[in-house]
């Protein structure tokens, strides 16, 4: 029981940090780290402009 | 033992599909076993063994992502994240469409390509593409070909990308014209995720700066509302203006693909990405689930009689078209972009690259499946009226009884039923398949929820999840070929290639749209509904970038004098080169107008002209002209590879590969 409640929330976990992977929200938090800031509106146009250049290059298939 | 017992099931269930016939109908869910076992074999030992001996994967070799991280490009993630994140941009709307459409041979071709094509085809290349990328330093498909072969297959790679998203766009915007065409519910729906995306954007941006996945989770609450709401639509003053031919439709998507080129990418591209990743994922694992707990039966045959090549979906033979057809799911040239684009740059570990490279691939031909599952579940007369173009059987009881006498029956009375559950006006000559998904996918949804009750929210459900899904592609690639145009012209005069020059943008947009728009504006017009002609070159352009990326990773085998397991790559390569280029071959010269460009040309001359004929002929000889470009292209590569490995395997040629060089990774020691 306690091996299958630590599964569940290991693939919650995992779940979780994808989503936060593949929506950038991951991005924006190492992008606060490395900047040593605290999110705000000033800070997400800085990240924006920074990461859009990367973000719209990328291909996404068919 | 175990891998035995999985070996013998996936056999049984193979022969369970191959040898059904008449009222003998298998249960869907023999194409989930087939396919569960096909993939786990090939995942537990084909991959396995590519993995150690072609590609040698190393943990001890540090990658990319630990080596250059610098918390932007390169950046050490999780392998369960990346494959998250791998999934996301290689799965589009292709493994969805295409199985749809190949389904008029019968569901066994297309199948047993989905299944086997992506173990030996499909997963092999994503593999060894992210593999060689992950030792070069995350290197592109471009830079690699241009390095390990030559400048010209570079510059093909190049092309290639271009021409796919040219082609790619405008017949993914005749799909969702064809979905939306007199469809006052789907029509608002759709334009309904444009305000939403905006104040997602919005949301994103100023209200709550950074929280995507909760901007995200408000959109698809909105985008709900607006399925909903869309069935009233019809009934209000300004509903006439939500009831759209398909010249009509096709110019907003032009407008609309220009305008998400030119707008901030916050305000449109980004949110609307992350809503079209949120709905794909929920909307797929639904299908599953809804797969297994519907289970119905196949109504599709085996084999149909168009495997002659006189389909009404579109013309041509089961080979090469149903491979050509099924595109994505099986193998994608396109996925070779992303294994070397983002992807590389984000493993931690060499071995990571089996799962995501090969597991990812494997997850995108399951999805194919499903489509499969979902367009052969349909009655095939209900399939073949949905998806005839009316150019061929006609439109009502005329339709109705051409196709039953065909020995699919169907009546108009049904189809009218089938409309009206839908909340449709008609379901005939809907080609492009997304409508006929959608019946399928609407079916399934409501078998397991709801009931006949509610087909007609699922059906628009299932159109707004194709169409954003197709909008998605479409605003990312315009913007993406772009900023290929942009760098490509900054060599000719330096400011164009400025990202953020506004007169750039805009010239350079203008033209990526009105490449696309004019290949769209051809489908509209087309009588035989477009997807006859758009749907194969797109399948062929794609097909011929796997056929570079295959020649690539060839070639580095043989340069590591791993010639022995080269047929791990030349087999997959042998059978693309065949199909494409006898697919090239029937598009371009086959006597008989539904197939070949150049015959529906001349038929096109000789008949009575009409005020559109200089026009259509054009086109099909425009189609078959960027047919053969493409072809010959590739038959370039395909020479300079060959003289690349005939002179290292004589011993003329020097085998130099252009690794990077190896260096221990620290993660060892520290885990050590």
Same mark, same amino acid.
């Given at each position: 029981?306690?091996?299958?409640?630590?599964?569940?929330?290991?693939?919650?976990?995992? !779940?979780?940090?994808?989503? #936060?992977?593949? %929506?950038? /929200? *991951?991005?924006?938090? +190492?992008?606060?780290?490395?900047?040593?800031?605290?999110?705000?509106?000033? !800070?997400?146009?800085?990240? #924006?402009?920074? %990461?859009? /250049? *990367?973000?719209?290059? +990328?291909?996404?298939?068919? | 033992?175990?891998?035995?017992?999985?070996?013998?099931?996936?056999?049984?269930?193979?022969?369970?599909?191959?040898?059904?016939?008449?009222?003998?109908?298998?249960?869907?869910?023999?194409?989930?076993?087939?396919?569960?076992?096909?993939?786990?074999?090939?995942?537990?030992?084909?991959?396995?063994?590519?993995?150690?001996?072609?590609?040698?994967?190393?943990?001890?070799?540090?990658?990319?992502?630990?080596?250059?991280?610098?918390?932007?490009?390169?950046?050490?993630?999780?392998?369960?994240?990346?494959?998250?994140?791998?999934?996301?941009?290689?799965?589009?709307?292709?493994?969805?469409?295409?199985?749809?459409?190949?389904?008029?041979?019968?569901?066994?071709?297309?199948?047993?390509?989905?299944?086997?094509?992506?173990?030996?085809?499909?997963?092999?290349?994503?593999?060894?593409?992210?593999?060689?990328?992950?030792?070069?330093?995350?290197?592109?498909?471009?830079?690699?070909?241009?390095?390990?072969?030559?400048?010209?297959?570079?510059?093909?790679?190049?092309?290639?990308?271009?021409?796919?998203?040219?082609?790619?766009?405008?017949?993914?915007?005749?799909?969702?014209?064809?979905?939306?065409?007199?469809?006052?519910?789907?029509?608002?729906?759709?334009?309904?995720?444009?305000?939403?995306?905006?104040?997602?954007?919005?949301?994103?941006?100023?209200?709550?700066?950074?929280?995507?996945?909760?901007?995200?989770?408000?959109?698809?609450?909105?985008?709900?509302?607006?399925?909903?709401?869309?069935?009233?639509?019809?009934?209000?003053?300004?509903?006439?203006?939500?009831?759209?031919?398909?010249?009509?439709?096709?110019?907003?998507?032009?407008?609309?693909?220009?305008?998400?080129?030119?707008?901030?990418?916050?305000?449109?591209?980004?949110?609307?990405?992350?809503?079209?990743?949120?709905?794909?994922?929920?909307?797929?694992?639904?299908?599953?689930?809804?797969?297994?707990?519907?289970?119905?039966?196949?109504?599709?045959?085996?084999?149909?009689?168009?495997?002659?090549?006189?389909?009404?979906?579109?013309?041509?033979?089961?080979?090469?078209?149903?491979?050509?057809?099924?595109?994505?799911?099986?193998?994608?040239?396109?996925?070779?972009?992303?294994?070397?684009?983002?992807?590389?740059?984000?493993?931690?570990?060499?071995?990571?690259?089996?799962?995501?490279?090969?597991?990812?691939?494997?997850?995108?031909?399951?999805?194919?499946?499903?489509?499969?599952?979902?367009?052969?579940?349909?009655?095939?007369?209900?399939?073949?009226?949905?998806?005839?173009?009316?150019?061929?059987?006609?439109?009502?009881?005329?339709?109705?009884?051409?196709?039953?006498?065909?020995?699919?029956?169907?009546?108009?009375?049904?189809?009218?039923?089938?409309?009206?559950?839908?909340?449709?006006?008609?379901?005939?000559?809907?080609?492009?398949?997304?409508?006929?998904?959608?019946?399928?996918?609407?079916?399934?949804?409501?078998?397991?929820?709801?009931?006949?009750?509610?087909?007609?929210?699922?059906?628009?459900?299932?159109?707004?999840?194709?169409?954003?899904?197709?909008?998605?592609?479409?605003?990312?690639?315009?913007?993406?070929?772009?900023?290929?145009?942009?760098?490509?012209?900054?060599?000719?005069?330096?400011?164009?290639?400025?990202?953020?020059?506004?007169?750039?943008?805009?010239?350079?947009?203008?033209?990526?749209?009105?490449?696309?728009?004019?290949?769209?504006?051809?489908?509209?017009?087309?009588?035989?509904?477009?997807?006859?002609?758009?749907?194969?070159?797109?399948?062929?352009?794609?097909?011929?970038?796997?056929?570079?990326?295959?020649?690539?990773?060839?070639?580095?085998?043989?340069?590591?004098?791993?010639?022995?397991?080269?047929?791990?790559?030349?087999?997959?390569?042998?059978?693309?080169?065949?199909?494409?280029?006898?697919?090239?071959?029937?598009?371009?010269?086959?006597?008989?107008?539904?197939?070949?460009?150049?015959?529906?040309?001349?038929?096109?001359?000789?008949?009575?002209?009409?005020?559109?004929?200089?026009?259509?002929?054009?086109?099909?000889?425009?189609?078959?002209?960027?047919?053969?470009?493409?072809?010959?292209?590739?038959?370039?590569?395909?020479?300079?590879?060959?003289?690349?490995?005939?002179?290292?395997?004589?011993?003329?040629?020097?085998?130099?590969?252009?690794?990077?060089?190896?260096?221990?990774?620290?993660?060892?020691?520290?885990?050590?």
């Amino acid at each position: 029981m306690k091996r299958a409640r630590k599964t569940i929330r290991d693939f919650a976990t995992t !779940a979780v940090a994808a989503l #936060r992977e593949i %929506f950038d /929200e *991951a991005a924006y938090a +190492r992008f606060l780290d490395r900047a040593g800031v605290r999110s705000s509106r000033e !800070a997400y146009e800085s990240f #924006r402009r920074e %990461f859009e /250049e *990367a973000k719209v290059r +990328r291909p996404k298939c068919c | 033992m175990l891998w035995i017992a999985v070996a013998f099931l996936g056999a049984w269930a193979l022969g369970v599909l191959a040898i059904s016939r008449g009222e003998d109908r298998p249960s869907a869910l023999w194409f989930v076993v087939a396919a569960v076992c096909v993939y786990s074999l090939g995942y537990r030992f084909y991959s396995r063994f590519i993995g150690e001996r072609v590609l040698e994967l190393d943990d001890s070799r540090i990658t990319p992502a630990v080596r250059l991280n610098n918390g932007r490009d390169y950046v050490p993630t999780q392998k369960w994240i990346t494959f998250g994140h791998h999934f996301a941009a290689i799965a589009g709307p292709g493994p969805l469409v295409g199985p749809v459409l190949a389904a008029q041979f019968g569901y066994l071709p297309s199948t047993i390509w989905i299944i086997i094509g992506a173990v030996l085809g499909g997963c092999v290349q994503d593999f060894v593409i992210l593999g060689y990328s992950l030792k070069r330093d995350g290197r592109s498909l471009g830079r690699m070909a241009s390095d390990e072969i030559g400048p010209v297959a570079g510059f093909t790679a190049l092309v290639g990308v271009l021409t796919i998203m040219v082609i790619l766009i405008a017949v993914l915007g005749l799909v969702v014209v064809n979905a939306m065409k007199h469809s006052a519910w789907a029509t608002s729906t759709v334009a309904a995720t444009v305000p939403i995306a905006m104040i997602v954007g919005i949301y994103m941006t100023h209200l709550r700066p950074g929280r995507f996945v909760e901007g995200s989770a408000l959109g698809v609450a909105l985008i709900g509302l607006a399925v909903f709401g869309g069935r009233y639509v019809e009934g209000w003053s300004i509903g006439h203006y939500f009831v759209m031919e398909a010249p009509g439709l096709a110019v907003w998507i032009i407008g609309y693909g220009f305008l998400a080129s030119v707008l901030p990418i916050w305000l449109l591209l980004a949110p609307r990405d992350y809503l079209s990743a949120f709905i794909k994922i929920g909307t797929i694992v639904a299908l599953a689930l809804g797969i297994v707990a519907m289970h119905p039966p196949a109504l599709m045959p085996p084999l149909t009689q168009f495997t002659n090549g006189l389909g009404p979906v579109f013309g041509g033979k089961v080979f090469p078209f149903a491979f050509i057809t099924v595109a994505c799911g099986a193998i994608s040239g396109f996925h070779s972009l992303i294994a070397s684009g983002t992807t590389p740059k984000m493993l931690e570990h060499e071995r990571d690259a089996r799962l995501i490279g090969y597991g990812a691939m494997l997850m995108e031909s399951f999805v194919a499946v499903m489509a499969m599952i979902a367009a052969v579940m349909l009655q095939p007369g209900v399939y073949f009226a949905i998806n005839s173009p009316a150019g061929i059987v006609g439109t009502g009881p005329a339709a109705a009884d051409k196709i039953t006498s065909w020995g699919y029956p169907v009546t108009d009375a049904h189809m009218q039923e089938l409309a009206a559950d839908v909340g449709e006006s008609s379901l005939y000559a809907r080609t492009g398949g997304a409508p006929s998904l959608a019946v399928g996918m609407a079916h399934i949804f409501a078998g397991s929820l709801g009931g006949k009750a509610v087909m007609a929210l699922w059906y628009h459900f299932a159109i707004m999840f194709e169409a954003l899904f197709i909008l998605t592609i479409l605003d990312a690639g315009t913007r993406v070929a772009r900023f290929m145009l942009q760098d490509a012209l900054g060599h000719i005069y330096k400011p164009l290639g400025r990202t953020s020059w506004y007169p750039s943008i805009l010239v350079t947009s203008a033209l990526i749209v009105a490449a696309w728009g004019y290949f769209l504006w051809q489908g509209v017009k087309d009588p035989l509904g477009g997807i006859n002609s758009l749907w194969p070159l797109f399948g062929i352009a794609n097909q011929l970038l796997a056929t570079v990326a295959l020649c690539l990773a060839t070639t580095i085998i043989i340069k590591m004098h791993r010639t022995k397991y080269a047929a791990v790559t030349l087999v997959p390569l042998a059978w693309l080169v065949a199909v494409t280029f006898t697919a090239s071959w029937y598009k371009i010269f086959d006597p008989n107008p539904r197939v070949g460009f150049l015959a529906q040309a001349q038929a096109l001359a000789a008949a009575p002209a009409t005020s559109a004929t200089a026009r259509l002929i054009f086109n099909n000889r425009l189609d078959a002209a960027v047919n053969a470009v493409l072809v010959v292209m590739v038959a370039l590569v395909l020479v300079e590879s060959l003289r690349q490995w005939m002179g290292i395997l004589s011993g003329a040629k020097a085998a130099r590969v252009q690794e990077s060089p190896f260096v221990r990774t620290r993660l060892v020691e520290e885990q050590g």
